[in-house]
């Protein structure tokens, strides 16, 4: 894991940069404007993009720890502040299960009114990973399974959940959900994560 210490204005920019991508992004999205200023929109943004190019990374921001202690992923496509292709997912751990508050976007759509299945799915395996690291057995995703019960909805607060179930030697389980604030459950997960060989002894507990 690469630690790096960059200045929290710098990164507090980043990621007004990152959500200002995100609004962008939604206004692409949904834009009915006439075609003259779609050109004329699309020749702004090119000119912004070499701007941007001027200094890059090869990737995006690395896992460091956040002012307050916490470890923190800036540039993961579903928590990361900077990336502007993360919702972002701002996850809570409550006891031993992972929560997050999360309202899809018109951009997230895959059947007509609805959240694409791959959304749904990353957002939940993520979620069962970070629950399964919070127990203190993270790993890669080895298996996901995705039980999709009723048609996510955008523009609507959903509850997304997770917890560790068991372990056994580099190999743990979660289960996870998205549902309604009453509960009603929309998608279910569950997922196998494995301890990849080259993290044994990097992490706490292993
Ligand atoms: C430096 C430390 C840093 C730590 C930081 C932690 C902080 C955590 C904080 C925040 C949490 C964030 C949460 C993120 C969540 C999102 C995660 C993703 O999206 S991950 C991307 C998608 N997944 C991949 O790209 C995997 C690609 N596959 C692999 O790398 C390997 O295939 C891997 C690691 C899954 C297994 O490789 P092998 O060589 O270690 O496996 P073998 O030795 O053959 O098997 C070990 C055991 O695992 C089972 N296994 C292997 N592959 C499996 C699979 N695909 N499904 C189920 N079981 C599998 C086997 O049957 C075996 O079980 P038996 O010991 O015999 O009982």
Redesign the pocket.
Known sequence: ?TMELTPESRLAAHCELAQQTRDLMDAVALTEVKEDELLAVTAELAALTERLRAASRATPLP?DISPDGN?R?LGNAVIGGANPMALPLVVEMDGLTARAEVTFRPLHEGPPNGVHGGISAMVL??L???AA?AAGF??????LTLRYLRPVPYGTPLVATAEHTRA????SWADGRIALPDGTPLVEASG????????LG??PGT
């Open positions: 894991m896992f470890l992923h395996d993520h069962l990973g970070q690291a993270p790993g890669m995703t080895g298996t056994e030697g580099r190999k196998v994560f494995v301890m990849p060989t080259a993290w990097r992490h």
